[in-house]
């Protein structure tokens, strides 16, 4: 059924609030921990150079080029998609690429396979926060939205002060 009959902007049937508020709640999960992902390197750079024998160079490659220029060159097609196909899909298969993409990281012992890592992650990730902020917007009023983006906000800033507070070595 639909949330009291109420559509979306493009004549379709929202879901219930129920599926709305679930799916917004595994999207934000699914943001909390890309923006992790995204910022773990920085955390980790001083063991990764240590361990892997990394060169400055290949270390800003990694944190900068090899996630960034992946994530810019998917953004645009990744989004042409998003907007003609099934989105839930789009950001699943997104989520799923960078997971198993992250997963190898862990298992990375050379540099080349950081590197080849790192770019898919950046095209796994490339599925974006705009779009996931679509979805999650989705079935709901614009206060419950902005509820969910303060929410979505709290963690971010938590995450951040984590990373702040690890410790260097």
């Given at each position: 059924g639909t949330?009291?009959?109420?559509?979306?902007p493009q004549?379709?049937?929202?879901?219930?609030?129920?599926?709305?508020?679930?799916?917004?709640?595994?999207?934000?999960?699914?943001?909390?921990?890309?923006?992790?992902?995204?910022i773990?390197?920085s955390v980790?750079?001083?063991?990764?150079?240590r361990?892997?024998?990394?060169?400055?160079?290949?270390l800003?490659v990694l944190?900068?080029?090899a996630?960034?220029l992946?994530?810019t060159?998917?953004?645009?097609?990744?989004?042409?998609?998003v907007?003609?196909?099934?989105?839930?899909?789009?950001?699943a298969?997104?989520?799923?690429?960078?997971s198993?993409?992250?997963?190898?990281?862990?298992?990375?012992?050379?540099?080349?396979?950081?590197?080849?890592?790192?770019?898919?992650?950046?095209?796994?990730e490339?599925?974006?926060?705009?779009?996931?902020?679509?979805?999650?917007?989705?079935?709901?009023?614009?206060?419950?939205?902005?509820?969910?983006?303060?929410?979505?906000?709290?963690i971010?800033?938590?995450?951040?002060?984590?990373?702040e507070?690890?410790?260097?070595?």
């Amino acid at each position: 059924g639909t949330a009291a009959g109420v559509t979306g902007p493009q004549g379709d049937a929202w879901p219930p609030p129920l599926r709305a508020w679930s799916v917004a709640i595994i999207l934000s999960m699914t943001y909390a921990l890309a923006y992790v992902d995204r910022i773990i390197l920085s955390v980790l750079a001083p063991y990764l150079q240590r361990d892997l024998h990394l060169s400055d160079t290949q270390l800003g490659v990694l944190g900068g080029a090899a996630f960034a220029l992946t994530y810019t060159l998917f953004s645009a097609p990744i989004g042409w998609l998003v907007d003609r196909t099934n989105r839930l899909r789009i950001i699943a298969a997104g989520a799923a690429v960078w997971s198993v993409a992250t997963m190898g990281l862990g298992a990375a012992s050379q540099y080349w396979q950081l590197f080849l890592g790192r770019v898919m992650v950046g095209a796994g990730e490339a599925v974006g926060n705009d779009r996931v902020d679509r979805v999650r917007r989705v079935g709901v009023s614009d206060r419950e939205a902005a509820v969910k983006r303060q929410v979505l906000r709290h963690i971010e800033l938590g995450l951040d002060r984590l990373v702040e507070q690890a410790p260097a070595d």
